[in-house]
Structure formats: structure tokens, C-alpha cells
């Protein structure tokens, strides 16, 4: 556990986030290694069936773990006030909340996923494979959510390396599977979607396992796990908000998604390629976000608002360089990485969309540093409902835009729309936060 109300800011921000940012990467690059995978041993249909049902699956696995989010700024501030009871409390009513939320949405997108398929305009010629695939990925929901819990719990006392640990073990796990039931065995998109489930799954047991042994102050005893009705309310009334907001990213990218498919399979899976260069930037960015708010809800809890800005101006710093970082290496190597997604017919086509598209994102990528900053403030301010705000504002503009631009320029017109949505959010959010710091006192700080 560490205690973020002594020390350097900097540091502190630092250190926190670097485990996040390494977390990141892992779980982005098994869920990359899926596609590339899926796309050079299965074909480009595959590739096209993860790209269509991934927004899907995002949609309720960030919906349900935004509650995390939300329960984990509760758990940050209680720690800040050493508080353990309240904390352990806090973790098993998420728990108790989070699974039966989980598992209704799991059993309802499996029986829904062919309407979901129909509204989504699937082609006819990945239809099936699409279905098979999204339905056994649904099955990995419950462990998901287990895991982003328990992880939350760690994080909310400073410690974010043990996440780390989890993540590296699964994605190595699901790395091996998918490379011997798909690349030796020859096995189709079935096994591509179930090892993803084994990885999350043996993800989920071993955070249970490191709590139990090794974090006695976090489990929560018996009687901490009947529902409180008061404790319930507080958690929706922050995980609320961020389960919605959550929710609202992947509801755009469904949209979007949808717009996409109407330009042709081409376009499908180099939109699919390219968005896993938009996770490599964006979620690591959310990560930094993510430190800011643990920072700043600890000091709440504490009551030292002197260090508040002074933490989120380091902040905003790490996300600005990080964004130096990502988008030189998006714009040296967009061929190539798009590249490493698709192979036989088409190819050509794929990374020419694929390359235009990420020509333009590595200078774009500045913008949701900026919103994931002071998002990050806004969080950890308990002001949940102003980052729900933000990202709806960002999203429909957002999605209103791509129905715009995307049927004239294709997928850069998608990359455009990604600025303009950006660029209203941070018209939203940079004047709420000057008056949020002069309503609070921080402007002395």
C-alpha cells in the first residue's frame, strides 16, 4: 500500500502509473495478438468478426466495471482517512452489486446477439462467425468484472503493480493458447474467443488468491458482505455515473462500427487494425487519468488541498509526454503495424485505409490526453456526474460527425470526427475546472 498525502506529486503520479501503462500494454497486446492471429491464420473474415463484436463486448464489460471506477474513488478516500472498515465494506458491496449486474448482462447478450448482429449490419459472408465469437466472449463478463474489482481495491491503496503481475500471466497463457489451437492446430475463431475467457478466468482466481493471502486489510469479513442499503446508494451514486460514462464510449464505438460496415470488409478490418493503435494511445492515456484521480480522491479523504493542483499539474505533464511518445512511433510506423493485421486478399487496400487513417491520429492523440486529465481531476474530485458530462458531449459530437465525414472520406473522415469530439469536450471541461478551483479553495494551492 501507498500513502500519496506525503511526497513528491510527481513521483507518487510516477510511479502509480507506470504499472497501469505496463498493464496496459499486456492486456492490449493479447487482445492484439488475437486479431493478428485470427487474421493470418483464420483469415480476414476472422479479423473482421473480432473488429465487429469487440465495441459489443466493450460495451458491457466497461458498463459493469465503471462500477469499480466509481466504488474505487470511495475506497481511495477511506484509505486517505484510514478508514479499513468503510473499505472493506466499500469492496463487498461492489462485489455483491458487480456480479449480479455482470451475469444479467451476460445471459441477456447471449440470447440477444442475433438482433444485436441484425442491427449492426453484419455481411451475410461473417454473420455466423460474428455470432459464435461474441457469444462465447459474453461467457468472460463475470470473470472480467472479478478481476477489475479486486484490482480496483489495490489500486485505490496505491498499489498497482500486483495488477501488473495478473495481467502479464494471462496474457502470456492466452498468447500460448491462441498460438496452439490456432496456429498448430488449425482451430477456428471458437478457440480464438475461448482462450480469451480461460485467460481472463485464471486472471480473476488469482487476484482472489493474493487478497486472501496477502492483503488481510482489504478482505471483507462476514459481516461485511450484507448488503447495506446506504453504502449501495453511495456506490451507484458514483459508480453510476462512471458505469454510464463507461458505457457511453463503447455505445459510440458501436455507432461508428456501424457506419464503417456500410463501406465494405476492406475498410472492416483496417478500421479493426487502426483501433488497436487508437487502444495502444488512448487506454495508457486513461491509465495516467486513473492515477490523478487516486492522487487527488486520497488528499480529499485527507483533507490537504494544497496538493491537489500541484499533483493534477503533474498529471496533465505525464499525459503530454506520453502522447509525444505515441504519436512519433504512430506516425514512423502506421505501414507496418497495420500490416501485421491482415495478410492475403485485399492487403493492399487494408494498409493504404489503414495508414491513412493513423496519419492523422498520431497528432490527434494530444486531445485525449488533455480530456483524460482533467477527467482524472474531475474523478477524483468525486464530481462523477462532470466526466459522465464530458464524455457524452465527446461522444455524440463524436458519433454525429463520423455519420458526416464517413461516407464521404471513408475512415479518415472517422479519424476527424475523433478530433472535433475531442476538441467540444475540452471547450466543456478546461472552464469547469478553473471554476471547480475557485469554488474549492485550490486556486491558493
Same mark, same amino acid.
Given at each position: 500500500?501507498?500513502?500519496?498525502?506525503?511526497?513528491?506529486?510527481?513521483?507518487?503520479?510516477?510511479?502509480?502509473?507506470?504499472?497501469?501503462?505496463?498493464?496496459?500494454?499486456?492486456?492490449?497486446?493479447?487482445?492484439?495478438?488475437?486479431?493478428?492471429?485470427?487474421?493470418?491464420?483464420?483469415?480476414?473474415?476472422?479479423?473482421?468478426?473480432?473488429?465487429?463484436? !469487440?465495441?459489443?463486448?466493450?460495451?458491457?464489460?466497461?458498463?459493469?466495471?465503471?462500477?469499480?471506477?466509481?466504488?474505487?474513488?470511495?475506497?481511495?478516500?477511506?484509505?486517505?482517512?484510514?478508514?479499513?472498515?468503510?473499505?472493506?465494506?466499500?469492496?463487498?458491496?461492489?462485489?455483491?452489486?458487480?456480479?449480479?449486474?455482470?451475469?444479467?448482462?451476460?445471459?441477456?447478450?447471449?440470447?440477444?446477439?442475433?438482433?444485436?448482429?441484425?442491427?449492426?449490419?453484419?455481411?451475410?459472408?461473417?454473420?455466423?462467425? &460474428?455470432?459464435?465469437?461474441?457469444?462465447? @466472449?459474453?461467457?468472460?463478463?463475470?470473470?472480467?468484472?472479478?478481476?477489475?474489482?479486486?484490482?480496483?481495491?489495490?489500486?485505490?491503496?496505491?498499489?498497482?503493480?500486483?495488477?501488473?503481475?495478473?495481467?502479464?500471466?494471462?496474457?502470456?497463457?492466452?498468447?500460448?493458447?491462441?498460438?496452439?489451437?490456432?496456429?498448430?492446430?488449425?482451430?477456428?475463431?471458437?478457440?480464438?474467443?475461448? @482462450? @480469451?475467457?480461460?485467460?481472463?478466468?485464471?486472471?480473476?482466481?488469482?487476484?482472489?488468491?493474493?487478497?486472501?493471502?496477502?492483503?488481510?486489510?482489504?478482505?471483507?469479513?462476514?459481516?461485511?458482505?450484507?448488503?447495506?442499503?446506504?453504502?449501495?446508494?453511495?456506490? *451507484?451514486?458514483?459508480?453510476?455515473?462512471?458505469?454510464?460514462?463507461?458505457?457511453?464510449?463503447?455505445?459510440?464505438?458501436?455507432?461508428?462500427?456501424?457506419?464503417?460496415?456500410?463501406?465494405?470488409?476492406?475498410? $472492416?478490418?483496417?478500421?479493426?487494425?487502426?483501433?488497436?493503435?487508437?487502444?495502444?494511445?488512448?487506454?495508457?492515456?486513461?491509465?495516467?487519468?486513473?492515477?490523478?484521480?487516486?492522487?487527488?480522491?486520497?488528499?480529499?479523504?485527507?483533507?490537504? +488541498?494544497?496538493?491537489?493542483? #500541484?499533483?493534477?499539474?503533474?498529471?496533465?505533464?505525464?499525459?503530454? !509526454?506520453?502522447?509525444?511518445? $505515441?504519436?512519433?512511433?504512430?506516425?514512423?510506423?502506421?505501414?507496418?503495424?497495420?500490416?501485421?493485421?491482415?495478410?492475403?486478399?485485399? &492487403?493492399?487496400?487494408?494498409?493504404?485505409?489503414?495508414?491513412?487513417?493513423?496519419?492523422?491520429?498520431?497528432?490527434?492523440?494530444?486531445?485525449?490526453?488533455? #480530456?483524460?486529465?482533467?477527467?482524472?481531476?474531475?474523478?477524483?474530485?468525486?464530481?462523477?456526474? &462532470? @466526466?459522465?458530462?464530458?464524455?457524452?458531449?465527446?461522444?455524440?459530437?463524436? #458519433?454525429?460527425? #463520423?455519420?458526416? *465525414?464517413? +461516407?464521404?472520406?471513408?475512415?479518415?473522415?472517422?479519424?476527424?470526427?475523433?478530433?472535433?469530439?475531442?476538441?467540444?469536450? *475540452?471547450?466543456?471541461?478546461?472552464?469547469?475546472?478553473?471554476?471547480?478551483?475557485?469554488?474549492?479553495?485550490?486556486?491558493?494551492?
Amino acid at each position: 500500500m501507498t500513502d500519496m498525502m506525503v511526497g513528491t506529486p510527481r513521483s507518487h503520479l510516477w510511479r502509480y502509473a507506470l504499472p497501469l501503462l505496463l498493464g496496459n500494454w499486456l492486456q492490449l497486446s493479447y487482445n492484439a495478438v488475437d486479431s493478428i492471429i485470427a487474421g493470418r491464420f483464420i483469415g480476414r473474415d476472422a479479423l473482421a468478426a473480432e473488429g465487429i463484436a !469487440g465495441p459489443v463486448m466493450n460495451l458491457v464489460i466497461l458498463a459493469i466495471t465503471g462500477l469499480c471506477i466509481g466504488s474505487g474513488i470511495l475506497m481511495s478516500e477511506a484509505f486517505g482517512a484510514k478508514d479499513y472498515p468503510r473499505l472493506r465494506k466499500a469492496l463487498a458491496n461492489t462485489l455483491l452489486l458487480g456480479m449480479a449486474m455482470c451475469l444479467l448482462a451476460a445471459g441477456a447478450g447471449i440470447v440477444l446477439a442475433p438482433r444485436i448482429l441484425r442491427w449492426l449490419a453484419v455481411p451475410a459472408d461473417i454473420y455466423e462467425i &460474428t455470432g459464435t465469437y461474441l457469444r462465447i @466472449t459474453f461467457l468472460g463478463a463475470p470473470f472480467t468484472f472479478c478481476y477489475n474489482a479486486l484490482a480496483a481495491a489495490l489500486k485505490s491503496v496505491g498499489d498497482s503493480k500486483t495488477p501488473l503481475k495478473f495481467l502479464a500471466f494471462s496474457a502470456i497463457v492466452n498468447a500460448l493458447l491462441d498460438l496452439w489451437f490456432l496456429g498448430v492446430l488449425g482451430y477456428g475463431i471458437v478457440c480464438s474467443a475461448a @482462450t @480469451t475467457v480461460v485467460a481472463e478466468g485464471l486472471c480473476a482466481v488469482l487476484a482472489v488468491g493474493y487478497l486472501l493471502r496477502r492483503v488481510p486489510e482489504l478482505c471483507p469479513e462476514k459481516g461485511h458482505w450484507r448488503p447495506e442499503g446506504a453504502l449501495m446508494k453511495r456506490i *451507484l451514486a458514483y459508480g453510476g455515473p462512471s458505469a454510464l460514462q463507461q458505457a457511453i464510449q463503447p455505445v459510440c464505438k458501436v455507432l461508428i462500427q456501424g457506419q464503417v460496415n456500410a463501406l465494405g470488409i476492406n475498410s $472492416i478490418a483496417a478500421f479493426n487494425a487502426v483501433t488497436r493503435a487508437d487502444d495502444f494511445a488512448c487506454i495508457p492515456e486513461q491509465s495516467i487519468s486513473s492515477a490523478i484521480s487516486t492522487y487527488i480522491a486520497q488528499n480529499r479523504g485527507a483533507e490537504k +488541498p494544497e496538493r491537489i493542483r #500541484t499533483g493534477f499539474r503533474a498529471g496533465i505533464r505525464l499525459e503530454i !509526454g506520453y502522447w509525444v511518445l $505515441i504519436g512519433t512511433v504512430v506516425a514512423l510506423f502506421r505501414q507496418p503495424m497495420v500490416g501485421l493485421f491482415v495478410t492475403g486478399e485485399g &492487403t493492399r487496400e487494408v494498409i493504404a485505409l489503414g495508414s491513412q487513417y493513423l496519419g492523422y491520429m498520431a497528432v490527434f492523440y494530444l486531445w485525449p490526453a488533455l #480530456t483524460n486529465g482533467f477527467q482524472g481531476f474531475f474523478r477524483g474530485m468525486g464530481k462523477v456526474y &462532470t @466526466t459522465m458530462l464530458g464524455t457524452l458531449i465527446q461522444a455524440s459530437i463524436r #458519433t454525429l460527425c #463520423t455519420c458526416l *465525414l464517413a +461516407p464521404r472520406m471513408g475512415i479518415s473522415g472517422v479519424a476527424l470526427a475523433c478530433a472535433i469530439g475531442w476538441s467540444a469536450m *475540452l471547450l466543456f471541461e478546461i472552464p469547469y475546472y478553473f471554476y471547480t478551483c475557485r469554488k474549492r479553495g485550490l486556486h491558493r494551492a
